[in-house]
């Protein structure tokens, strides 16, 4: 069974920085694409960012770019989002996805940037 | 980013069929077609159809998705309380080199 485990999230202030992980387990880590979906309040779905295989390509939506850095580690199984210089529009739940076409997903963590 | 279109809400009657539609550019459902999520309220989303209109295995058969040109549809047929919920279609931006999502549409069963 596919499991995404995220972790990281919490309450940060304006200009902080926090590093989410998503942990995977009941499939090939290395074979697949991965990437970072978020949710804010009530809103819908926005993606944030993915990473190939082997991490050699990384694309970011336009909002983050700069700011926000995806990595892995395969050996570890791992995913992580780097977020840095956050704002309040950066609040959401981020929710780590596998596959070409986010064929799992995680039960998300939390962020909240507010002072 | 220029995300999808989809309407905010569609509201169907029971063992109705609703078909939910998603509209792109040349880009992105248009070239590289749209897959389909589904999320229930307070759950994360689930993947229903993948860019190749291919259902994952548990995936209703009552669910079939297809394109035509720019426009992603997500058909459901014999509708049941529990198809309730929202779907979000995405698409792979070529000219972007991003992911964009639309907006959602809350499906009702009466």
């Known amino acids: 069974e596919v499991q995404l485990v995220e972790s990281g999230g919490g309450l940060v202030q304006p200009g902080g920085s926090l590093r989410l992980s998503c942990a995977a387990s009941g499939f090939t880590f290395s074979s697949y694409w991965m990437s970072w979906v978020r949710q804010a309040p009530g809103k819908g779905l926005e993606w944030v960012a993915n990473i190939k295989q082997d991490g050699s390509e990384k694309y970011y939506v336009d909002s983050v770019k700069g700011r926000f850095t995806i990595s892995r580690d395969n050996t570890k199984s791992s995913l992580y989002l780097q977020m840095d210089s956050l704002r309040a529009e950066d609040t959401a739940i981020y929710y780590c996805?596998?596959?070409?076409?986010?064929?799992?997903w995680g039960q998300g963590t939390l962020v909240t940037v507010s002072s | 980013q220029a995300g999808l279109t989809q309407p905010p809400s569609v509201s169907k009657g029971l063992r109705q069929t609703a078909t939910l539609t998603c509209i792109g550019n040349s880009n992105n459902v248009g070239n590289q077609g749209a897959a389909w999520v589904q999320q229930h309220q307070g759950h994360p989303p689930k993947l229903l159809c993948d860019?190749?209109?291919n259902r994952p295995s548990g995936i209703s058969e009552r669910l079939s998705a297809s394109r035509s040109g720019n426009t992603a549809s997500l058909t459901i047929t014999g509708l049941q309380p529990e198809d309730e919920a929202d779907y979000y279609c995405?698409?792979?931006?070529?000219?972007?080199?991003?992911?964009?999502f639309g907006g959602g549409t809350k499906l009702t069963v009466l």
């Open positions: 860019r190749n209109n």
């Open positions: 995405s698409a792979w931006d070529s000219s972007l080199s991003a992911w964009v």
């Open positions: 996805a596998n596959g070409d076409t986010f064929d799992h």
